[in-house]
């Protein structure tokens, strides 16, 4: 998607440890325009498949993810919690993940009311890396006997493991962007 | 709001600790129908007002922000931090708050690039109890040299002290509901 592609290179900044920051329209400010114009592209590209809810993580995807809901429908958004609040009622599904970039393990926690086994699941997410973020949620969608309907991801980090373990189980992934290397040099971008 | 007033009373379930379960539609499963028209009645409520910026604090206010932003001319969402991230490069303002839902103290974090001495800023969260959250973000905003707009709050515990402080302060608040009382047998809005 050029005008993301655009924006990452123009605003993008490369942090030690492969660290990517587009703090300033991804993930810190969000930019509702962009967002928009993304929302469109992921209804594009998983057009004609069943979408009975989208299904992220937070903090950074519920942007995404509430505002790309309006090109499917106003299908409900239900995000996972990585950290315990006292008003999560009620019978949940959980499952351990490690976070590359928080550098942390943690525990994602979704209130079985929320996932049923008649969904079909479009998980949206910001960034796609190792993949445990998403394989954790894609997981949850298994144990609820729920449908796995794709993954939209915004940027796909591609020197990293998770987009190829996705695409070889043969889900179907659509990342706006991908990147094939960066460095405080630059930034190259899968054709 | 009646919408959200009626959706309160069909599906909110008072829980102990007066924690209202609201789940199923605001801070687990988020309705995006029902969100467009809270942005929309924000937008009503703060009509003619100077709006550069939407400010809120992760996890639950991201989606109303979001949704509202697009009744604000696609204006920028700024979410604080509650937990570290390796990827907020720079300098930031962050200020310690204690919240009411998670039992929990935290620092509420935003990078200084996100929030300028130039902005007008609408803070928008889920829910206004004692308002330390709220309190930390105008702080934030006050540290910035940025002046505060007003207040927009989905859900207002009228019986807790947050809305009379910040009223007391001439802050410009509008909650879209105010509930006077809760018990498990029932929930009654301030007129």
Redesign the interface.
């Known amino acids: 998607m050029k005008l993301l592609k655009d924006l990452i290179l123009a605003e993008g900044?490369v942090?030690p440890?492969n660290?990517?920051?587009v703090?300033?329209f991804l993930?810190?400010?969000?930019?509702?325009?962009l967002?928009?114009e993304m929302g469109k592209e992921f209804a594009r590209r998983f057009a004609g498949q069943k979408v009975t809810r989208i299904l992220t993580v937070?903090?950074s995807g519920?942007?995404v993810?509430?505002?790309t809901?309006?090109y499917f429908n106003?299908?409900?958004?239900?995000?996972a919690?990585k950290?315990?609040?006292?008003?999560?009622?009620g019978d949940v599904y959980h499952v351990g993940v490690t976070s590359y970039?928080?550098?942390t393990d943690y525990n994602i926690t979704?209130?079985k009311?929320?996932l049923r086994p008649e969904d079909s699941v479009l998980l949206i997410d910001d960034f796609l890396a190792k993949g445990c973020a998403i394989e954790g949620l894609a997981s949850l969608i298994k144990v609820a006997g729920a449908a796995l309907t794709g993954v939209g991801i915004v940027i796909e980090k591609g020197f990293q493991s998770g987009g190829k373990r996705l695409r070889d189980q043969n889900i179907h992934l659509e990342s706006l962007a991908i990147i094939e290397s960066m460095s405080p040099e630059g930034i190259c971008f899968r054709a």
């Open positions: 900044k942090m440890g660290i990517l920051n703090g300033s993930n810190q400010q969000l930019d509702i325009g967002f928009n937070e903090a519920i942007g993810a509430c505002i809901a309006q106003n299908v409900p958004v239900v995000f919690r950290h315990h609040a006292k008003n999560i009622g970039t928080q550098g979704v209130s009311e929320h």
